[in-house]
């Protein structure tokens, strides 16, 4: 399979996943605000390793919601998309967004002084 065609389906599977996830009733995973943040399907398109993010609940009840529900975002997939085989869903937590929210949050920390105006400061005090 080309890669271009398994980057595609990448793609497509993430899409799809976003929007099912708003039909699944489990409380875990609907109070969640679970954003998909990437899917990575094997070549062969048996497997799949969907990263998610969650934004509230905890961690650990979240993973038991989507492990409980994955047979049910798998069967959507299967009705949505036109593929001869329906990948087995792994969901992996992706820290990627809450590591960028605490560099920002650094970030915006650090005060940044204009060299020229230090050398200016210093030579009114001579």
């Known amino acids: 399979m080309a890669k271009y065609r398994q980057g595609r389906i990448n793609d497509e599977l993430q899409k799809e996943i976003a929007m099912i996830l708003r039909d699944v009733k489990d409380p875990r995973v ?13 070549p062969d398109l048996k497997y799949a390793k969907v990263y998610y993010s969650a934004l509230m609940g905890d961690k650990k009840e979240v993973r038991k919601g989507l492990a409980s529900s994955s047979g049910f975002i798998r069967g959507q997939i299967a ?17 990627s967004i809450e590591y960028g929210a605490k560099i920002s949050k650094i970030l915006e920390g650090i005060t940044i002084t204009d060299p020229d105006e230090e050398e200016s400061d210093g030579e009114a005090n001579d």
Not at 30 to 42: H, K
Not at 81 to 89: A, G, V, W
């Open 79 to 95: 009705k949505r998309m036109n593929l001869r085989i329906t990948p087995e869903l792994t969901f992996i937590e992706d820290g």
């Open 30 to 42: 609907s109070g969640a605000f679970i954003s998909v943040t990437g899917a990575e399907v094997t």
